[in-house]
């Protein structure tokens, strides 16, 4: 696979690193109640045949985190953006 | 009909025309007690245990391919007992000990072979970790040696011990570990519950979940309709989408494992040997073949082949690892879906949805613990309850803050 | 020994003669032969054994899908089991053995087996070998693996070495036959950046081995122009003797480039082997089609042939395959073969087609049987006759040395098929054909079911002309070039009633048997068909097997071939080496080496250095007459508690950290809080993963209101880092904060002991270091050496009144030397990894053994660490029942009992008079060290309830080495409590 960074041009993918599903979001708050919040977030994934949106690190490069929409039965690459670009969620939105 | 010499003998003079088929070829009933998602070695086995020891035998396997198309017939092989926690441990001797009984319980030879698996550590920090593992399973009665450098040159004189950028310091060597020929593990488990009244179903897809108020009432497949009391789950490399059927999201990423094999050589490595210092093991099978892999890809997918850089990845620590493969030749990789689960460890279970079991997220160990997820997972359904060898591969586990983390790796997959 | 050379014609160079040996006996040949072209002319066919009836064997094909001429080519560390003597070309003094054979080629005894072969059927052994239990490994298994694989590898490191390098072009070509030199030509001449690779030494493809003509001109004439024209070109890059082994996302393909096979040994700074990763915009697969074997009794005979093959031996390399020669074919491909043979003087005693209704074709004076067939051979190691049953069922014999086969032809689809597509059967060409791939890799000519000469030169620079297009490019269409040939027309015949066995896969002696066999056992899906006969699992994968053998389970099963298909096609095409695959990262090159900036400096003070992740660092600095690492260490120790001694440190992970933000930054990173940390001051800090176990600690010192500098533990340093930017630039990108690593750049020393303040004293300007101007944990940067920038922090990891010394890493070497003479008159010691360990289990700090992934904060005894003030990571998950039950494994102490007892990391604790078992483990010894100050052997361990058994005994498990013990749990901090020295 090759990706291409926003910052550095298409690279191979063995310059990055991955992290799984960038679909989930870190909760707010730490209250016993929003434990299933947290315990989704955490640990249950999507996990989809298909088209995902999932983080990797350009840890050779830039040392970038992005967002990389890719298929997980044919790998082809859609998109990416830089995890910094993203929108903040509605939720933190709402906190702020 | 019982396979012997004597059978075979005797079906060499008729020119080997009256063989029975291993197993039928029966279309879907309409309805079964129990039906098992996935004809792969874990669901085999299921069907077998579930008709042998638990005497249900109104059973179906469906599968939506050819039997054992899965892992079982993609794997390198191995199976061991040289696990850590008392979660796992007592599992996986049960599926050692049943490997060791499983040809003539069976009938069928699956060429389980016992010659070692030995794990080579590189520091002391390594040898401290494998010491804790190993006096595990000496508290458990699993066999379990500590060997020095000395130790392994003499089993394997021909490592690199003398110019590697890691050194061989020693390994943990389990002599009970070894390999069985996978394929032959799917058919025995057929051919066995087949004969037993199971039926066995290729070419069976699973398109739906029926659930009617919480409770399971059957599957809808590429072949009509099938109700059912109780319903398996046991679809690795498919287990989110299929738990997705039934509404279930669970704990797992699903990522391509590369394997390899090389052309066939005169046998030279006798037992199963793993790296310590890279991603890289290998064994040799009976043909000949250096069968090997290392690390998974790194990357959810479901497609069954993998990338470049992982190849070199893996055969770089082969070749540092034994000097002697450099000219030989890599014949053909592959590769496999492994559902890596948060912790490294599986699910064998009941769910919420009364009726529904899960068996998954058995990472890239599911081969060894054939036999004993069947065995669990067939008391599971059965009996509605978890076995006690299987008592902490519970789906809570997670939200309760129970993982089962040998690795120590935390809740990201691909790092188990 | 009679010679089978031809008097004229081949593209050998006759004038140069090489001498070789095959089974020891000496032959000779000339440059341009293989090795089977060799030992063909000279009279040898027989070559090797089959895998499991060891039946004689001579070449099949002339090329890379050779499944029977394989040898061991070479002796000594670089000999080469498998070999195809097809594709090896001779070099002076090559030298080659027969394989899986004894104890000779001729007379081997394993050919025993064929007496058995009623009992060895497909799957056999499934069936048997089950009693007595205890036979399978002990007699069974052994006897099967001494008959397992074919040659064997050496038990030396390859000589040799092998390099890696990565392509970038416009379009890669794949196959250098006309199909492949009209795309190259195409795309060279629009100016676009083509890289064309071939596995055979010569680019020309199946030219090279046929009589044509191109725009009236020998086609060899016109694959010399095309060569010439691309060599002028320098966006275009020719690799000869290149396999594309493999494709893979992204439109990247492997190959395998044998840069110095040919020659007996690599020339000096030369690889063997050249691996190469080749990321294309598109490729052209222009791989051609194999010819396929026709199924008949003894069809395997050294001396049956493709037809193919045959006429490329006499045309290639002027070698007839025998004087009298029979060809059977379904299709045109024996008609060429029969004139080519005749034009070459070699008698062709009979072509047999068995299409009743054959297009008349031209085959010369050769008598035709239409509508015959060959239903065996006769002959023990050689040919000696034919049994031909003739259209009217005549059964005739026709004496003969060799025969020349051919069923069709196979596109060679294997690399369109690497990424999850299946072929498409074609009914027509009965053959199937790559599936449609998109723009990345396309098909041309034989590759693409174009089987004439004619049309695969047009396909070639058609399809290239397309994806130039579609790539920006404008490439001329210019006419193709002319040839004549006939039309492409085969009728299938996928097996022949014969007496003798048929084989269907050569070297896993599969027969026309089998595969019926396996279908009524059930094993029909192609898949478990192949997986129960070994179809097409030998070294060549079925190239020339696997569509006879679909087509005989379709036969049995009632299936079309299209319902049957095909068995999945993976790389590597061909094998490759595990060497190329390596390239030069093995041995000590398998990982980069790191060192610190004082390296030089220790290697000087003796050190025995250890591995550390990528570094090497000094475990502990042997003296003369010390007798061994336990002497040295405790020397450390003592004149690092006793007097000074001085660490290198400088793996720690170094990370500066600045913003306004910096401090929320690391509230959120770590549990425990960062608002109230003074200015110069360092705090112990603890960082959790998400899901609330312990993943990092370190110290990190706030050097400015919005600057800090944290350090991590050696082995995290990098995920660390990784996961400072995840969490910074994933979760809160809002943070005003930047870091980076700094690890390299600072180099870092601890001093530690009584007189380390005396010792800095002497280096340090402008301060009077004490109590109150350099408080315990204070952290600020300060002048050295009248000028040299450095951050002095006062913390201990040993326990002594310590410092760590950050110095610009060029001073690194100079400072570390200036502290060695600042502490000479106190005699000041270097220590190592060893005894920072000794000293660390001495005061009961938790370090990487401790920290292993499961434990908690609170298991640790850092509980109280964890705020309640604020959010950070790993804090929800913290509370989980799991993670805080009372059972936990925890932090504690453990001595011996008994005097001179030692302790055994990794044995495990269990209470007193409990039976030995899982359930009544109560945790494990994580760390041990002789303490020199206790004079003592003590140890940490992680123990349920552990903080809360002090004093209590227990029973240590040790039965991995044989040793159980009673010990003592206490306090982790073995050695003063009071941290009265830190303050001395």
């Known amino acids: ?96 | 009909m019982t396979y012997s010499v004597f059978s075979l003998l005797k079906n060499a003079v008729t020119g080997h025309k009256n063989w029975a088929p291993a197993w039928r070829d029966p279309a879907p009933k309409p309805a079964y007690d129990v039906i098992i998602v996935g004809g792969g070695g874990h669901g085999l086995a299921t069907a077998y245990y579930l008709a042998k020891v638990h005497g249900i035998t109104n059973v179906a396997v469906l599968e939506k391919s050819w039997l054992g198309s899965g892992n079982i017939g993609r794997n390198t092989t191995i199976i061991r007992s040289n696990y850590l926690f008392p979660g796992n441990n007592p599992f996986y001797e049960w599926s050692m000990k049943l490997w060791e009984g499983l040809e003539q319980d069976f009938n069928f030879n699956a060429m389980v072979s016992q010659r070692g698996v030995l794990n080579l550590y590189h520091s002391d920090a390594q040898r401290d970790a494998y010491a804790r593992r190993g006096n595990a399973m000496h508290m458990h009665g699993v066999d379990a040696e500590l060997l020095d450098e000395q130790g392994v040159r003499d089993m394997y004189p021909f490592f690199n011990f003398d110019d590697a950028r890691f050194p061989i310091r020693g390994g943990l060597l389990q002599r009970r570990g070894g390999t069985v020929r996978h394929d032959a593990v799917a058919w025995g488990y057929a051919r066995g519950a087949d004969s037993r009244g199971v039926d066995v179903i290729q070419n069976c897809e699973v398109t739906g979940i029926r659930i009617e108020k919480g409770v399971v009432k059957g599957v809808e497949t590429n072949r009509g309709y099938i109700a059912c009391n109780k319903l398996g789950l046991a679809a690795a490399g498919n287990s989110s989408e299929v738990a997705k059927m039934a509404g279930l999201k669970l704990p797992i990423e699903s990522h391509v494992l590369q394997a390899f094999v090389s052309e066939a050589i005169k046998p030279f490595i006798d037992g199963v040997v793993t790296y310590g210092a890279g991603h890289f093991y290998v064994s040799q099978s009976d043909k000949g073949g250096l069968v090997f892999g290392g690390d998974i890809d790194g990357y959810n997918s479901y497609a069954r082949r993998g990338n470049l850089p992982t190849v070199e990845h893996v055969i770089e620590a082969g070749v540092s690892m034994i000097p002697a493969i450099s000219r030989v030749r890599v014949l053909r990789s592959w590769g496999g879906i492994m559902d890596m689960s948060m912790d490294g460890s599986p699910i064998i279970d009941k769910t919420d949805v009364k009726g529904l079991y899960l068996n998954a997220g058995w990472c890239y160990g599911g081969f060894k613990a054939t036999p004993a997820s069947g065995w669990c997972f067939a008391h599971t359904i059965a009996k509605d309850e978890a076995h006690k060898l299987s008592a902490a591969y519970r789906l809570d586990r997670f939200k309760r803050g129970f993982a089962i983390d040998e690795k120590g790796m935390g809740a990201q997959p691909n790092l188990h | ?984």
């Open chain 3, 1 to 984: 020994m009679t010679s089978f050379r031809l008097p004229t014609g081949g593209l050998v160079d006759r004038n140069t003669t090489l001498r070789f040996q095959f089974d020891a006996k000496s032959f000779t040949g000339h440059a341009g032969d293989s090795l089977a072209s060799a030992l063909l002319a000279n009279g040898v066919s027989l070559m090797g054994r089959s895998f499991k009836y060891h039946r004689p064997r001579g070449a099949v094909t002339g090329g890379s899908a050779e499944p029977n001429a394989l040898v061991e080519l070479r002796t000594g560390a670089r000999r080469e089991p498998n070999t195809r003597a097809t594709m090896v070309e001779l070099f002076e003094g090559l030298e080659a053995k027969s394989q899986n054979r004894w104890p000779s080629l001729e007379f081997d005894v394993g050919a025993i087996n064929q007496l058995a072969s009623p009992l060895l059927v497909a799957g056999f052994y499934y069936k048997t070998f089950m009693w007595p239990k205890a036979f399978w490994e002990k007699i069974y298994e052994p006897l099967i693996r001494r008959a397992a694989g074919l040659g064997s590898a050496v038990h030396a490191p390859d000589p040799d070495s092998y390099e890696k390098i990565y392509g970038h072009c416009d379009l890669l070509v794949i196959g250098g036959g006309a199909a492949g030199l009209m795309a190259a030509l195409t795309a060279g001449r629009a100016g676009a950046r083509v890289m064309i690779a071939d596995e055979h030494a010569r680019l020309g493809g199946a030219l090279l081995g046929e009589n044509e003509t191109i725009n009236g001109k020998p086609s060899i004439q016109w694959v010399q122009e095309a060569l010439a024209e691309l060599a002028s070109m320098k966006e275009v890059t020719i690799l000869p003797r290149t396999t594309v082994f493999g494709w893979f996302d992204g439109n990247i393909y492997g190959a395998l480039e044998r840069v110095n096979d040919h020659v007996a040994t690599p020339p000096e700074y030369e690889p063997r082997q050249r691996y190469w990763r080749i990321a294309a915009k598109a490729a052209i697969l222009a791989t051609g089609a194999e010819e396929r074997p026709l199924v008949f009794g003894n069809n395997d005979r050294p001396g049956v042939m493709q037809a193919s093959a045959m006429r490329g031996l006499a045309n290639r390399y002027g070698v007839a395959a025998g004087k009298s020669v029979v060809v059977f074919t379904n299709n045109h491909s024996g008609y060429a073969t029969a004139r080519d043979l005749t034009a070459a003087g070699v008698n062709v005693a009979a072509l047999i087609d068995s299409r009743a209704n054959a297009p008349k074709l031209n085959a010369g004076k050769v008598p035709v049987l239409k509508g015959a067939v060959v239903s065996d051979v006769e002959g023990s190691r050689n040919v000696k006759s034919v049994r031909v049953v003739n259209a009217d069922g005549g059964v005739e014999e026709i004496a003969c040395d060799a025969v020349a086969m051919s069923g069709g032809f196979s596109p060679v689809v294997h690399l369109s098929c690497h990424r999850g597509l299946k072929p498409v059967w074609n009914e027509k060409l009965a053959a199937f054909l790559p599936p449609d791939t998109g723009k990345e890799l396309v098909a041309a000519g034989a590759a693409a079911g174009n089987m004439t000469l004619a049309a695969a030169l047009a396909d070639g620079a058609e399809k290239a002309a397309k994806l130039l297009t579609a790539l920006g490019f404008k490439p001329k269409t210019a006419k193709p070039p002319q040839a004549d040939g006939e039309p492409y027309a085969v009728s299938p015949l996928w097996s022949v009633q014969s007496q003798h066995k048929a084989f269907v896969d050569f070297q896993n002696d599969v027969t026309a048997k089998d595969l019926p066999l396996a279908a009524r056992e059930g094993y029909k899906d192609v898949e478990l068909a192949k997986r129960y006969t070994t179809l097409g699992m030998a070294t060549d994968q079925g190239k020339l097997s696997n569509v006879n053998g679909i087509a005989l389970l379709a036969g049995a099963t009632g299936k079309s071939i299209a319902q049957v298909g095909t068995t999945t096609f993976r790389p590597n095409y061909t094998p490759v080496s595990f060497g190329a695959f390596a390239g030069p990262f093995t041995g000590h090159h398998f990982n980069p080496v790191r060192k610190t900036p004082m390296h030089a400096w220790a290697e000087e003070q003796g050190a025995v250095f250890v591995e550390a992740g990528l570094w090497y660092r000094p475990q502990w600095f042997p003296r003369a007459g010390e007798k061994g690492w336990l002497e040295s260490v405790t020397r450390e120790v003592l004149a690092a508690r006793n007097s000074v001694g001085v660490c290198d440190v400088s793996t720690l992970g170094k990370i500066d950290i600045q913003g306004p933000d910096a401090g929320e930054f690391l509230n959120r990173v770590y549990c425990n809080g960062w608002s109230t940390l003074e200015v110069g001051k360092a705090r112990y800090g603890l960082m959790l993963r998400e899901d609330g176990v312990v993943f990092d600690d370190g110290t990190t010192s706030r050097l400015g209101p919005d600057h800090f500098f944290m350090t991590t533990t050696t082995a995290n340093a990098a995920r660390v880092l990784t996961h400072l930017e995840f969490c910074h630039q994933a979760l809160w990108p809002e943070l005003d904060v930047q870091y980076v690593s700094v690890t390299e750049q600072w180099g870092q020393m601890a001093i530690a002991g009584p007189k380390a303040r005396a010792t800095l004293q002497k280096l340090v300007d402008g301060i009077t270091l004490n109590d109150e101007t350099f408080p315990y944990m204070a952290a600020r940067p300060v002048q050295i050496m009248g000028g040299i920038p450095a951050r002095l922090f006062r913390i201990s990891f040993s326990g002594e009144h310590a410092y760590e010394l950050s110095v610009p890493a060029d001073y690194a070497d100079a400072v570390i030397r200036a502290v060695m003479h600042a502490g000479a008159e106190f005699n000041i010691t270097p220590y190592g990894t060893e005894a920072l360990s000794v000293m660390r289990i001495e005061k009961g700090h938790v370090a990487g053994g401790e920290l292993n992934g499961n434990t908690t904060a609170a298991d640790l005894g850092l509980g109280r660490m964890m705020s309640t003030k604020k959010d950070y990571i790993g804090r929800m998950m913290a509370t989980r029942e799991g993670m805080t039950r009372a059972d936990r494994e925890v932090f504690v102490g453990i001595r011996p009992i008994g005097q001179g007892q030692k302790l055994s990391a990794g044995a495990h604790i269990l209470n007193v008079g409990d039976k030995v078992s899982l359930e009544a483990d109560q945790g494990y010894i994580t760390a041990v060290a002789y303490s020199p100050m206790l004079e003592s052997w003590i140890g940490l361990a992680l123990v349920q309830r552990g903080n809360k058994r002090h004093g209590e005994k227990v029973r240590v498990f040790d039965g991995l080495r044989g040793q159980h013990y009673d010990a003592e749990l206490c306090d982790p901090v073995h050695f003063d409590p009071e941290n009265r020295r830190l303050h001395v």
């Open chain 1, 1 to 96: 696979m090759r990706i291409h960074c926003p910052y550095c041009g298409e690279r191979p993918a063995e310059e990055f690193t991955f992290q799984g599903d960038a679909d989930v979001r870190r909760p707010q708050g730490n209250e016993p109640s929003q434990m299933d919040e947290w315990f989704d977030y955490v640990y249950l994934r999507e996990n989809p045949r298909g088209r995902m949106k999932e983080y990797w690190h350009h840890s050779g490069g830039c040392r970038s985190w992005l967002i990389v929409e890719r298929d997980t039965d044919s790998h082809e690459v859609f998109g990416v953006t830089a995890a910094r670009e993203r929108k903040l969620s509605p939720q933190r939105k709402r906190a702020s």
